[in-house]
């Protein structure tokens, strides 16, 4: 059974930091491309940042030099550091893996709420 679970989430005034992280079991993410996507009510899904399974990330313009994502095949484990938070980013934040070989598999995690407020 696979599961991704994520972490680290909570209130954080803007301008803070958060460090989530979503830790993998039932897969090895070494084959996997791992991604964090957020969604607030009424809206659809959206990519945040995204990791090939040989460290290539991609971002949203909206995190550019904000927020950072990284990999830990060892630890099976993915993380993303989120600087100089904006009320904007406040959403449930998700993981998600999708295999480098068939992207018909693909999982996702439960969610964490980040909310940036004052």
């Known amino acids: 059974q696979v599961q991704l679970v994520e972490s680290g989430g909570g209130l954080v005034q803007p301008g803070g930091s958060l460090r989530l992280s979503c830790a993998a079991s039932?897969?090895?993410?070494?084959?996997?491309?791992m991604g964090w996507y957020r969604q607030t009510p009424g809206n659809q899904r959206e990519l945040v940042a995204d990791i090939t399974s040989v460290g290539t990330a991609n971002y949203a313009d909206s995190v550019k030099g904000r927020f950072t994502i990284s990999r830990d095949n060892a630890k099976n484990t993915i993380y993303l550091q989120m600087d100089s938070l904006k009320p904007e980013d406040t959403a449930v934040y998700y993981c998600?893996?999708?295999?480098?070989?068939?992207?018909?598999?693909?999982?996702w995690g439960q969610g964490t709420q980040v909310t940036v407020s004052s």
């Open positions: 039932g897969i090895s993410i070494s084959y996997y491309r």
């Open positions: 998600n893996a999708v295999s480098r070989f068939n992207r018909e598999y693909y999982y």
